[in-house]
């Protein structure tokens, strides 16, 4: 104790007080956060945040758990990022984690850590939650350690522990404790700078539940505990774990005899204290060896005092991070490993961080543990079952665009997040918004690097965990009762959440009211995050808020009227007040102090005139949607008035309605509406105002009546009148207010009464001596007649049982009657809507109205006999209406008949005959109707398709149907054809029979027989199916159709021909040479089998033209006869290739060479001295005959042939010499195109037998030494008859749990494996009963025998020949993926398409007129880049 009086001397040196304005910055609220952070579980029960859902992800109990023994002797390899292989593990297959709705942090992009990165910089959270966390520099404590590194050397600092005192860790041994108080006065100096270097520096401390003693780790291994009351040093222990490593951590549990601490070699030891005939002791025990696995994080689980009797508390849980993975393991009674989780793939840099919290989940508060190595946080939730096991559920996890190296629960709710450039973010963690981030830059935090690579003993770590300890700062944060301190390399800082009031004072010193007030209205709601100081009761919360929001607004409008411009544009004021006003006008509503809104604020912005007006519009959408009821008559006046001088009447109008004008000049209301047209307003002030219904009715028909009875046509304006009139009465005879809302009910009653009264008065209130009787009727009926008795059936409908109203029915009926019948001046629509109306009327059972039936009569005479033949089609709907609506019944049927067919009103004639079931004369109805003739065809097949008729009305259709044929033939072809194939399929020969116009049956024959829609026009052709295949025609009938298409339509014979079946050869080659049509003629025999006719017959025609061309020599120019030999010529060498395949040498011979000598022949007349105009037409004509026929015929044949010709034996070869030559360049061309195929395909071959020799031969790589389905590593199990199956995806499996799993497959006596976790995450919910559509790696057989693989993508349907050899799965995956490696067309499909198209149609690539490849070829394809060029022609 020698080193006491120092101490004291550093204590009066140290000593520098604080002024009590800073303190109070500093410690003032942590009375208070003490006390929230004591109830804040409870109000978190009591306050459920409704923006999301917890949901738990149970994880599945094990049958066994691991023992601890098990988890120390497992094999981490360091250089293996561990990936969570069983998906079923915590449930993860079924957590959406990118799916939840957030604000700020969570990112809903992949999981792709790249791209998490590359994101922008989120916007600030600063405008919606203000500044929620308060920073302080602790400058007595700050100075104190700047004074003790230079006094007493006490080196920089190291680590820090904060309790009811704050400890502060040195570089050269030294622990300084600091009071919390507002002094922060240096308690205790413990230690000595002598300890100190042989120790070395503090590397971690420690404080326990009661802050009666530290535990000091230092960076050469040495633990002390000391008294932090009498500064005393109770133990110095210095093997509690292997010699040579720092300490990393060193964490009292909350048994004050238990501690844990964490070494460089990666080691977790258990440390007990005891005292024993007072000597004091401590024992010490490996909880984690390092050579497993290094250890760099530990977390006990502390529990706060009101939660000591929590039953987890029992185990006295501790979290440890490896590098690998998270494990929870329980201390007490006995040591028990409860989980471990992998950490997936990540950055090897990344620090693991651990932190425990009690939460609130589902009304139960249990611990919850945060854990992330990188940018991504997990929560697990641990709770204790009935049974008394550890129950662990996951949570949503935190997906971040940072990477984390400190993670500090500051709540329940709200974490302090420290990133890699330090900076802090504010997460609220039910809802992952970032409420704020801020620099700390200028903290300079102190990281603990050294101590992990454990420099003081010689940096005996491995590389992984010295990465790691390059962000590494466990020891420089630690938190207490909701305040977090931050240790610097010269300061110490602490942080705390702001109070709800100055988070609001903090946005109001920035001038940011706007902001100010919604984070306010955020504290009214209970939406805020992060709130401090605020009561739990609602009614409390909301009214102290409520007080400091007026208060702000009163600012808030003072500070509008003050910055308003006082120069400049009046745009810029109104500008102004629009950004403002509506700010205040909304926050009084909200708060419902329309008292506030309407005296106090109303006068304030009413000094100004723009503000006025301003906010006199703001209240404009609250009046429309009926938010805001009780305005004050001044404003209401005032608002008006404002509208009005704006000349917005539109808006005046929607206002009215939806105000109490009560209190305001009815009058000059009404005045005001009247003159600007504001009609709606107008009737609800009349109705609103003064209960008056009938005045606004006689204010309209003023406007409307006269131009009615006049004749003239209503303006627009007039028209709106009159609809808003109808509109109007249908309201008030309904019982509803007008525009909106319902009358009174006591009121109801009265005002249909007096609305009836109004509308049958005999003459109006100021009628003149002209005017007829009931006006007001009459000039409904006039206006819109429809519309009027629409109403009034209405109305009729609403008033069933009520005696007077059915007097009143029976009164407006005859008043109808009266105004209508006796008057010529009504059209036939509005006389039929009157008498349609009746007739309705009349047809209710319930009727109780009087119609004489003599005044249906004359209205059947009014619209069957008019005086002149208009209004056709109207007269006969208004008829057809009358007659639906039930007005039948007044009428004797056959003189309606009778009347109808006179007037040629065909549609009643169908409703009558439809009546009658008189169908058979339906279809006269049609033919005679020229708007629907068309229509009969669907109601002839309707009738004999349709079940529900009997067989005689059935027959008698089908015979008119027939009577009518040659009708419904030149009515449209098409649908006769069709109807005549499926109805009349057995008649068709009496049918044409009675077609006697020889065009007309062509028609019909076409329709009828050829099944090509596209040689129909689209008119004809739409919705015609015939089904030819189910017609029975005798073959005479396709016969005379050949016949009348040879006269109408020659061109189409042969393309007819080829898709029409049922004709017979002979009989229809005769009809094609009685017409001289001699390309069918040859196409006819060349289908009979006499391919030599068929080609002389076409050798004979090119001879013909041949000559043509010859005799006209040089006197013409036209272009046409060469045309027609080129059109032959390519007919004969067509004919030629389809059949020389079929014939030997000779055959071929007989048909190519006479082609030849035909197109030579014309060459052999003309001259060298005078040749022929078309010379070199024929000789490119004759070139395209020898590439034609060189394909069928050897060279030397065609050569020796051409030489046999006397004319070219005597010398006159030079006149060939261009065929020659063109031949052997052909030659020439194909045999260099054969060596270059041949070439090709053998590099080809070799190289694709390389690669699938290297792929066969390929081995598996498994990612992992363990089963995915059980955990147990393969060798543990190997002492059972158990293989190892290995699949080509890397995942490893015992071949008894695959079998448990149901995943193996039977084929062909062989058993194949499928992979579990992938057939798993492809959601298949059955295995594939072919192979062949199993997924990569899905299959295999057992390790010791040669691996299988799967068969991938194709059509399982295919299946191979048995003579054909079959493929094993490996071949079959190592060819695709051989495929695969092509880009583009295969070499080997090139040559099959050019050898398809060589031996289908012949076509050399270089032939002139003959077209290119398939229209689907892959040469048209504008990927194919090799372009094949032919040989050039040799020219004379």
């Not at 003490?34 to 094990?62: A, W």
């Not at 008292?595 to 959408?621: H, I, R, T, W």
């Not at 409703?911 to 058979?920: G, K, L, P, S, T």
């Not at 109707?929 to 059935?954: T, W």
Request: glycine residues 4%; proline residues 4%.
């Amino acid at each position: 104790m020698e080193n006491e009086p120092d101490q004291e001397n550093l204590e009066q040196n140290l000593c520098v007080r604080t002024t009590e304005e800073e303190l109070n910055k500093s410690f003032s609220l942590e009375a208070s956060l003490s006390k929230f952070s004591c109830i804040d579980l409870d109000k978190e029960l009591e306050f459920k945040n409704d923006l999301i859902d917890d949901k738990e992800f149970d994880i599945p109990q094990v049958d066994t758990p691991p023992t601890l023994e098990s988890i120390l002797n497992e094999t981490d390899d360091e250089d293996e990022s561990f990936v969570l292989e069983d998906p079923t593990l915590l449930n993860i297959d079924t957590i959406d984690s990118h799916s939840y709705d957030t604000s700020s942090v969570a990112s809903s992009d992949s999981g792709d850590r790249a791209n998490l990165k590359r994101k922008k910089k989120l916007p600030d959270a600063f405008s919606l939650h203000g500044s929620v966390m308060r920073h302080s520099l602790l400058k007595g404590i700050s100075a104190q350690i700047a004074s003790a590194a230079d006094k007493v050397d006490a080196g920089l600092p190291t680590a820090i522990a904060v309790s009811s005192l704050i400890a502060v860790g040195t570089s050269h041994g030294l622990a300084l404790i600091f009071g919390k108080d507002q002094n922060q006065a240096l308690r205790l100096c413990l230690g000595s700078t002598s300890v100190g270097g042989q120790y070395g520096a503090i590397s971690a401390l420690s404080i326990n539940n009661d802050c009666s003693r530290l535990l000091c780790g230092f960076a050469k291994g040495q633990i002390t505990m000391w008294d932090l009351a009498s500064g005393k040093l109770l133990r110095s222990i210095s093997d509690a774990h292997p010699p040579g490593t720092a300490i990393l951590h060193i964490k009292f549990t909350d048994d004050p005899t238990l501690a844990i601490c964490n070494d460089s070699g990666g080691s977790v030891f258990e440390l007990t204290f005891k005292r024993v005939m007072g000597v004091r002791t401590c024992e010490s025990r490996c909880l984690f060896s390092g050579s497993k696995g290094e250890v760099c994080c530990i977390e006990p689980l502390h529990s706060k005092p009101e939660l000591k009797d929590h039953p987890i508390t029992q185990f006295s849980l501790l979290a440890m991070a490896s590098l690998t993975k998270i494990l929870v393991i329980g201390l007490k009674p006995s040591l028990k490993v409860w989980m471990t989780f992998p950490y997936g793939r990540m950055d090897p840099s990344s620090v693991p961080l651990l932190a425990w919290h009690f939460v609130a989940v589902n009304n139960c508060v249990n611990p919850m543990l945060a854990f992330c190595r990188g940018d991504v946080v997990h929560f697990l939730l641990v709770k204790r079952d009935e049974s008394g096991a550890i129950h662990v559920t996951k949570q949503k996890h935190l997906h971040l665009y940072y990477d984390l190296i400190n993670f500090t629960w500051i709540n329940s709710r709200t974490v302090v997040l420290l990133d890699s450039v330090e900076k802090l973010h504010v997460i609220d963690r039910q809802t992952q918004e970032e409420l704020e981030t801020m620099e700390i830059s200028e903290v300079q935090l102190v990281y603990n690097s050294s101590h992990f690579k454990s420099l003081a003993t010689g940096g005996n770590v491995s590389q992984a965990l010295a990465l790691v300890g390059e962000k590494a700062c466990y020891q420089s944060i630690s938190s207490y009762g909701g305040q977090i301190f931050y240790l610097g390399t010269k300061s110490v800082y602490v942080m705390m959440l702001r109070s709800w009031r100055e988070r609001m004072d903090h946005l109001l010193k920035q001038d940011c009211l706007t902001e100010a007030l919604a984070l306010a209205w955020s504290f009214h709601e209970g939406k805020a995050k992060a709130v401090v100081g605020l009561s739990g009761d609602v009614s409390k919360r909301k009214a102290v808020v409520a007080d400091r929001m007026v208060e702000i607004l009163f600012h808030y409008a003072d500070r509008a009227l003050k910055k308003c411009p006082d120069q400049g544009k009046i745009q810029v004021m109104e500008q102004h007040f629009q950004d403002t006003v509506p700010v205040i006008v909304d926050y009084c509503l909200l708060l419902q102090r329309k008292d506030l809104l309407f005296s106090q604020m109303y006068d304030k912005l009413s000094e100004n005139s723009v503000a006025k007006g301003v906010f006199l519009e703001c209240l404009e959408p609250y009046i429309l949607s009926d938010k805001l009821v009780g305005i004050t008559p001044q404003v209401m006046k005032d608002l008006i008035v404002h509208f009005q001088d704006k000349k917005l009447m539109d808006s005046v109008e929607a206002l009215i309605v939806h105000m109490d004008i009560t209190s305001l000049d009815i009058q000059q209301v009404v005045l005001m509406c009247w003159e600007n047209r504001l009609y709606d307003a107008m009737i609800y002030v009349y109705n609103r105002g003064m209960n008056e219904f009938i005045s606004p009715m006689e204010k309209l028909f003023k406007v409307i009546a006269p131009p009615l009875n006049a004749g003239k046509t209503l303006t627009d304006e007039q028209v709106v009148m009159g609809n808003k009139l109808l509109v109007y009465i249908s309201c008030c005879l309904a019982g509803r207010a007008y525009p909106l809302g319902d009358i009174p009910e006591d009121l109801v009653p009265l005002v249909k009464n007096q609305v009836f009264e109004f509308l049958i008065r005999l003459h109006s209130v100021e009628a003149s001596s002209e005017e007829e009787v009931y006006p007001y009727v009459r000039t409904l009926l006039h206006f819109d007649t429809r519309e009027f008795l629409n109403v009034l059936a209405l109305t009729f409908e609403d008033f069933k049982n009520d005696k007077q109203a059915v007097e009143y029915q029976q009164r407006i009926v005859d008043i109808l009657l009266k105004v209508m019948v006796e008057n010529s001046d009504f059209t036939p629509s509005q006389v039929g809507c009157l008498f349609t109306f009746l007739a309705r009327q009349l047809a209710k059972p319930d009727n109780t109205l009087f119609v004489n039936r003599t005044l249906f009569d004359q209205v059947l005479e009014f619209l069957c006999s008019p005086d002149d033949d208009s209004r056709h089609s109207e007269r006969q709907q208004v008829l057809l209406e009358l007659l639906q609506a039930g007005g039948i019944v007044q009428f004797e049927e056959g003189r309606l008949i009778r009347m109808a067919e006179k007037a040629e009103f065909y549609q009643i004639c169908e409703f009558m005959y439809e009546r009658a079931h008189q169908y058979d004369k339906i279809i006269d109805c049609y033919l005679h109707d020229p708007l629907r003739e068309e229509e009969v065809f669907n109601y002839i097949h309707n009738i004999l398709s349709i079940p529900g008729h009997s067989a005689e009305e059935k027959r008698s259709v089908w015979q008119k149907a027939m009577d009518h044929m040659e009708e419904l033939v030149s009515l449209k072809p098409c649908k006769a054809a069709e109807l005549v194939a499926t109805h009349f399929s057995g008649q068709i020969e009496v049918v044409i029979g009675q077609l006697q116009n020889q065009v007309l049956l062509f028609k019909f024959l076409r329709s009828l027989l050829d099944p090509r829609c596209a040689l129909l026009p689209s008119a004809f052709r739409e919705g015609v199916h015939i089904n030819q295949e189910l017609l029975q025609i005798p073959p005479s009938v396709p016969e005379q159709f050949i016949e009348l298409l040879c006269q109408f339509s020659p061109d189409q014979v042969i393309e007819t021909l080829q898709v029409l079946e049922c004709y017979r050869l002979e009989e229809t080659i005769q009809i094609t040479q009685k017409y001289q049509l001699h390309e069918v003629t040859a196409y006819l025999l060349e289908k009979k089998g006499d391919v030599h006719g068929a080609f002389l017959l076409l050798l004979e025609r090119l001879q013909s033209r041949l000559q043509e061309i010859t005799r006209q020599g040089g006197n013409t120019t036209e272009a046409f006869p060469l045309k027609a030999v080129e059109d032959t010529m390519v007919e004969t060498i067509a004919l030629c290739q389809r059949n020389s395949q079929n014939l030997n040498q000779q055959q071929r011979e007989a048909l190519w060479f006479p082609l030849l000598e035909a197109m030579m022949a014309p060459q052999k007349l003309s001259s060298s001295a005078a040749p022929h105009r078309h010379c070199e037409a024929l000789k490119s004509l004759t070139m395209q005959v020898l590439n034609s026929m060189a394909a069928f015929i050897a060279l030397p044949s065609i050569l020796q042939r051409i030489l046999q010709d006397p004319i070219y034996g005597k010398g006159k070869l030079g006149e060939i010499q261009g065929l020659i030559l063109g031949m052997l360049d052909t030659f020439n061309y194909e045999q260099t195109l054969l060596e270059t195929t041949t070439s090709l395909l053998n590099q080809d071959l070799h190289w694709s037998l390389c690669n699938l020799r290297a792929s066969v031969s390929r081995g598996l790589n498994p990612k992992q030494d363990y089963c995915s389905i059980c955990l147990q590593q393969y060798k543990r199990r190997q002492e059972m008859a158990d293989d190892i199956i290995v699949f080509s995806c890397g995942h490893l499996y015992h071949s008894f749990c695959l079998q448990s799993k149901e995943c193996t497959l039977e084929i062909e006596g062989q058993t194949r494996w499928i992979c579990y976790k992938c057939s798993s995450s492809s959601k298949a919910g059955k295995l594939s009963e072919n192979s062949s559509e199993d997924k990569k790696g899905r299959v295999t057989s057992q390790a010791k025998a040669p691996p299988l693989y799967h068969q991938t993508k194709g059509d399982p349907s295919v299946r191979k020949a048995n003579s054909e050899p079959a493929l094993d799965p490996q071949q079959i995956q190592a060819f695709e993926q051989l495929c695969r490696l092509y880009r583009g067309s295969s070499r080997l499909a090139l040559l099959t398409e050019l050898s398809q198209n060589r031996s289908g149609d012949s076509c050399r690539p270089f032939a002139g007129s003959q077209s290119g490849p398939a229209f689907n070829s892959i040469f048209q394809n504008e990927n194919f880049q090799l372009q094949l060029a032919p040989p050039p022609v040799a020219e004379d």
